[in-house]
Nanobody, 123 residues
């Protein structure tokens, strides 16, 4: 099982990026998936999660109204659209998947992890 995250890069404050996470090795159509991030010198933190059919999502307060998580189950892919980016959004972003469909915000509740993609927001 592999989760491949992509789409990170350098962007100015106020800009946008779209992260993608493609899963291979098994289908996650019945699994909740999510995004976490880890800034330099900080612990990994929850960003967003989505249920198996995309009808239910949950975000950490700091990204509400700016980030949107979505998924394409047919393509086994989850996305994170990030708008109005701020320097404090700078981090390595990781996608993750659960073996279950329930929404969770704790990293230990996720069973599979991607390698991470770096997002740098300049001021």
């Amino acid at each position: 099982v592999q989760l491949q995250a992509s789409g990170g890069g350098l962007v100015q404050a106020g800009g946008s990026l779209r992260l993608s996470c493609a899963a291979s090795g098994r289908t996650f159509s019945r699994s909740a998936m999510g995004w976490f991030r880890q800034a330099p010198g900080k612990e990994r933190e929850f960003v967003a999660t989505i249920n198996m059919n995309g009808g239910n999502t949950y975000y950490t307060d700091s990204v509400k109204g700016r980030f949107t998580i979505s998924r394409d189950s047919a393509r086994n892919t989850v996305f994170l659209q990030m708008n109005s980016l701020k320097p404090e959004d700078t981090a390595v972003y990781y996608c993750a998947a659960r073996n279950s469909f329930g929404l969770r915000t704790v990293s230990s509740d996720f069973d599979y992890w991607g390698q991470g993609t770096l997002v740098t927001v300049s001021s």
